[in-house]
């Protein structure tokens, strides 16, 4: 396996672990904030997450994953959940990035999405500089752009750590 595979390989291996993490532990934040389905907010299941719903959907959750009914969660119903989000995840996956629609992810197909990920990126990157909507980036937007980032990250501008 080349070196490129194995990288990609650890990066998949590595979203599904994460996404394995037992039920009880996901929805409540973290890192990078809650880690909620919206088929999880939805919980009669109408299409539309009402704000009752939204306040609701720990409890829902609770309830899905307490297989048995009696009130507590078991390291079996934990694995069960997590392995539900994780299948989950997986079939999100293949959808946006199986392009072929050959129920497998190509390393083709996995880097086409990065470019995709990396030109949007940079699309919204631009278009944050180019405040005037010219088509171009001035020294004087650039300087404004860089300037609220050095005081959004306590002195590092756009580029890393400002030299001066």
């Known amino acids: 396996m080349s070196s490129r595979k194995a990288v990609i390989m650890g990066v998949l291996v590595s979203v599904a672990l994460t996404a394995a993490v037992p039920v009880v532990a996901q929805g409540f934040g973290g890192p990078r904030g ?22 609701n959907h720990h409890e829902g959750r609770f309830d899905r994953a307490d297989a048995d009914g ?4 078991t390291r079996d119903e934990m694995i069960a959940a997590g392995q539900a989000r994780v299948e989950a995840g997986v079939d999100r996956m293949l959808e946006r990035l199986d392009s072929d629609e050959d129920g497998a992810i190509s390393q083709a197909e996995m880097e086409a999405a ?18 005037d909507d010219s088509g171009t980036i001035s020294a004087e937007e650039f300087e404004d752009a860089a300037e609220r980032m050095r005081e959004r990250r306590g002195g590092h501008g756009l580029f890393g750590r400002d030299r001066g």
């Open 34 to 55: 809650p880690q909620v389905l919206f088929e999880e907010l939805d919980l009669n299941g109408d299409g539309e997450i009402s704000q009752e719903e939204m306040l």
């Open 114 to 131: 990065a470019e995709d990920r990396q030109e949007r990126r940079q699309a919204r990157m631009f278009d944050r500089l180019d405040a």
């Open 70 to 73: 009696d009130g507590v969660l």
